[in-house]
């Protein structure tokens, strides 16, 4: 006869010509596969319960069931093992009381905390109002100490139950082109911090600063980084144009040289996000938060693309990214403002995936929305109206999605006159509010408005398909979480033999760069020539060659080194031998050795009129001798020869 039941038979929920999200689509089109029925996003048939007899206590009543009195924002101890299953009844409920902000009727709304809730209606109904005006600016000035004005209401209940709130909006990330994914995440903090370990940047002394567009020192200066340079217009927004040094690579020549596994900094930036991934595969900590970007559906997005470039959503999941990949206490609230707007079918199942993710968790996520598939996975729906501007305002309905199914019939029948008469009805009444708490969610007194989410719901389960939804194991999620935050970035740079270990005398003769990465001047056959003539002076132990910056000769047993030679200078090799004090007088010892001073080399493009040998105490007691050598010519010398034999007999003698 057409007439809906008043409740929705198990097997009516059921269509059997449908199947529930096959592993890959039979088209090649995903848009055809979701048309057609061969892909879609099922209901859940192991929705989260929502009991609403906490509703119907009072205030105080409420206050003395809520979870124990911390401070605002603390982070409880054990927070983690003390969460209670998302299949356990509602404990704790967060109430706005007396919402009067632009045309909200004085309105008491309840929200279920350690749930997905959905906030409903159509546009002007009032959702703007309460989410984004009174309960986003409410809760964030009490647990984020922000300085925001929320809009009318009377208070809100149960705060205590949360330890913090987080509003995942759609604007942007940054406003130039150095705010991008990578950087708004933090991961390319870790990035840059992996090439700082790789041996080659241990070469050349690279921090992880080095890496840094937004530092000097490894980024391109004609850009500052930033890949393009912003050209202002007059009467017109500014424009960026691609940076003509570096082509919009953002660094310079020398930072690009270093590679892991065949890919400079720069090469990173521009891989796509799920390239990223399978490429730091063997890094846990970085792995992990380029996971959750490809988890909200961004694997597509360049890790370094420039935050004007993407759209709203995109922002928005890049946010709920980074919020995925903090570590929290499970008692958050998230705030979602129509999150699928522009998304594809298939990133809204990606989408539906991590907000379920952030519930098992124990969080709360509250969005609002118009998206029946999302609606459809919501524990619980709060539906206002029933119309918009001064007809709205009214908390039409609330409950799970099978409550408002069972109402659709009514909403059905009921066209705009009857609403306009329920709300004359109310309006004339003595009780002002909508919910109060002394009044059931399911009163019949919220059915004398209609519902038009419920009349476009209720079709919707009748026919798609329900299946069991994976829940996330939060025990198994914070091992994890801990066992890759140990981890690092794994044992990258910790087990690699640097150049200097592996073969010390080719590093410093034919390797060694400047102290700046620059390229060295000095000629090498200089210290071969030292080293062979200290060796010959005594009874010397092998030369140590694997240090980095230095190259030192000792005698054996003795406690302190003989040839102390510094190798990273770019004109000039230092020698340092250490001599008792007073072996030597510096103005002497240099008009024997007769090294001319820089500015009287016309070859060395260096200057300075200073004497390249001196004699300087140290505070062991000892005189170190400088000796600054450009080429093995200007010591290969009887006086040269000479003073290394009376710098060494004298060691001998007085050192040991």
Known sequence: DGAAPDTIPASKMQNPRRSVAPAEPADESLTRAYFTGQRCIPIPANRRPVEPDPLLLSARERETRAAPQRPPGAVRRGAQAARPSPDAPVREWLVVRGARHN????????????????????SGSGKSSLVND??????????????LTPGEHAGIDGLNALDAVVNVDQSPIGATPASNPATYTGVFDWIRELFARLPDSKVHGYSANRFSFNRPGGRCEACEGNGQKKIEMHFMPDVWVTCDTC?????????????????????????????????????????????????????????GQPAPTLSGGEAQRVKLA??????????????????TTGLHFEDVRKLLEVLHRLVDLGNTVLVVEHNLDVIKNADWIIDLGPEAGDAGGYVVAMGTPEDFANRGRQAANNGP???????????????????????????????????????????????????????????AHFEKTLAEEKAGLGKIGREV????????????????????????????????????????????????????????????????????????????????????????????????????????????????????????????????????????????????????????????????
């Open 497 to 656: 033999r640097m150049p200097w270990q592996v073969d010390g005398r080719r590093w410093h003769l034919e390797q060694r760069p400047t102290r700046d990465g620059g390229k060295r001047k000095w000629e090498p056959a200089a210290l071969e020539f030292v080293v062979e003539l200290v060796e010959r002076s005594g009874p010397f132990a092998p030369t140590n060659w694997s240090n980095q910056a230095s190259v030192e000769i000792t005698a054996d047993g003795a406690p302190t080194w003989f040839l102390h030679a510094l190798t990273g200078g770019e004109w000039l090799l230092e020698l340092y031998f250490r001599v008792p004090a007073g072996s030597f007088d510096a103005r002497r010892l240099d008009a024997q050795l007769g090294l001319k001073p820089l500015d009287q080399r016309e070859d060395i493009h260096a200057y300075g009129d200073w004497a390249r040998v001196d004699v300087r105490p140290r505070q062991d007691g000892a005189d170190a001798v400088v000796v600054y050598v450009h080429d093995r010519k200007e010591i290969d010398t009887p006086a040269f020869r000479n003073f290394v034999k009376r710098a060494a007999k004298a060691y001998f003698s007085g050192m040991l």
């Open 417 to 475: 006159q009857s609403a306009t008469s329920a709300m004359n009805e109310r309006r004339a009444g003595d009780d002002d509010v909508a919910v109060g708490p002394k009044l059931d969610i399911r009163n019949s007194q919220l059915e004398t408005f209609p519902s038009h989410t419920a009349a476009a719901l209720r079709p919707l389960l009748e026919r798609e398909p329900r299946a069991v939804r994976p829940r996330y194991d939060p025990a």
């Open 103 to 122: 045309n909200l009727k004085n309105i008491d709304v309840p929200i279920p905390l350690g749930r997905l809730v959905c906030i409903t209606g159509v």
């Open 247 to 303: 082509a919009g690579r953002r660094y310079n020549p020398e930072t690009l040289e270093i590679h892991f596994k065949g890919r400079n900094v720069a090469d990173v930036l521009e891989m796509r996000i799920g390239e990223a991934r399978d490429l730091f595969d063997s890094v846990p900590r970085i792995r992990r938060m380029l996971q959750t970007l490809v988890d909200v559906g961004l694997d597509y997005l360049q890790l």
């Open 322 to 339: 980074a919020e995925l990949g903090r570590p929290g206490t499970g008692r958050t609230l998230y705030i979602l403002d129509e999150p």
């Open 134 to 147: 009174i309960l986003w600016p409410a809760l964030a000035s009490r647990l984020r100490l922000a300085n």
